[in-house]
């Protein structure tokens, strides 16, 4: 009797199986795409006008040094161990957008969301004087490398979207 229970549990799980597979890929892209779809009208004003404003470099060196150095870095060069990224040499407008993502809370950081809600950072003038500073200096040359212990998570999330347990 138990044996036909555990038999009759395992035909059941193994029909369900293509259903959670689809539910789980269909949560997975639901989440992907809120990503872009996040951004709002607001936040996309504020981008829009940080990138038709002529930049302040030396005011841009000026809000880096007080509000950003202590976490990223003298050169703007991130702190991998501690998942702080390089900034230097990044494209202004991808660095106006991120700022822009954590002054509306459109990006989950709340480290950043205290940084860029202070009133010297959460201009669109600071936004682009900020951006064109670091876009300015000179990137991070350094390689970053692990220690091999996620190479199948890695490989998987970069060829497919998804860790290894999603596509089994």
Same mark, same amino acid.
């Given at each position: 009797?138990?044996?036909?229970?555990?038999?009759?549990?395992?035909?059941?799980?193994?029909?369900?199986?293509?259903?959670?597979?689809?539910?789980?890929?269909?949560?997975?892209?639901?989440?992907?795409?809120?990503?872009?779809?996040?951004?709002?009208?607001?936040?996309?004003?504020?981008?829009?006008?940080?990138?038709?404003?002529? &930049?302040?470099?030396?005011?841009?060196?000026?809000?880096?040094?007080?509000?950003?150095?202590s976490c990223h870095?003298?050169?703007?060069?991130?702190?991998?161990?501690?998942?702080?990224?390089?900034?230097?040499?990044?494209?202004?407008?991808?660095?106006?957008?991120?700022?822009?993502?954590?002054?509306?809370?459109?990006?989950?950081?709340?480290?950043?969301?205290?940084?860029?809600?202070?009133?010297?950072?959460?201009? &669109?003038?600071?936004?682009?004087?900020?951006?064109?500073?670091?876009?300015?200096?000179? &990137?991070?040359?350094?390689?970053?490398?692990?220690?091999?212990?996620?190479?199948?998570?890695?490989?998987?999330?970069?060829?497919?979207?998804? &860790?290894?347990?999603?596509?089994?």
């Amino acid at each position: 009797m138990r044996s036909m229970r555990m038999r009759t549990a395992g035909l059941r799980l193994h029909t369900l199986w293509p259903w959670l597979v689809a539910l789980a890929l269909l949560i997975v892209l639901a989440l992907w795409g809120r990503s872009a779809a996040g951004q709002t009208e607001r936040g996309s004003e504020i981008i829009e006008r940080a990138l038709r404003l002529e &930049p302040d470099l030396k005011r841009g060196a000026a809000l880096y040094r007080e509000h950003c150095a202590s976490c990223h870095g003298k050169q703007a060069q991130g702190n991998p161990r501690a998942v702080v990224p390089s900034l230097a040499g990044q494209v202004t407008s991808y660095l106006i957008k991120q700022l822009a993502d954590f002054a509306e809370g459109d990006r989950d950081a709340p480290e950043m969301h205290r940084i860029v809600a202070l009133k010297q950072l959460s201009t &669109p003038q600071a936004l682009r004087d900020l951006a064109t500073h670091l876009s300015q200096a000179p &990137p991070n040359m350094s390689v970053e490398t692990g220690d091999g212990a996620n190479l199948e998570l890695g490989e998987s999330v970069v060829r497919f979207g998804l &860790p290894p347990c999603c596509l089994q």
